[in-house]
């Protein structure tokens, strides 16, 4: 693409981020999803994932911007999909 001296005129540099995420991850399908968090006995999990309140068809999902600024996001799962 910038031709076969291009590396002699400039050298190609790349890096690299290794993240280890600690949070918790939950599997399953939208319908047991929602149950699962619409449960007052799960509290606990839904802040450890950062939802503020189940929806009909999703969740309202805390966190913040890169400013620190606190935002919040709808996000809907379509149904029968895990």
């Known amino acids: 693409m910038f031709g076969k001296d291009a590396f002699k005129k400039v050298s190609i540099k790349f ?3 290794v993240t ?4 918790p991850c939950y599997r399953g399908t939208t319908e047991d999803l929602l149950r699962y968090f619409s449960l007052k006995d799960n509290a606990v999990a ?3 994932v950062g939802i503020k309140e189940m929806t009909p068809n999703g969740f309202l999902a805390t966190g913040e911007d890169g400013k620190g600024n606190k935002v919040e996001k709808p996000f809907a799962m379509e149904p029968n999909i895990e």
Do not use: F, I, Y
Not at 20 to 23: T, V
């Open 15 to 17: 890096c690299h981020k």
């Open 20 to 23: 280890d995420n600690e949070n």
């Open 46 to 48: 839904m802040s450890a």
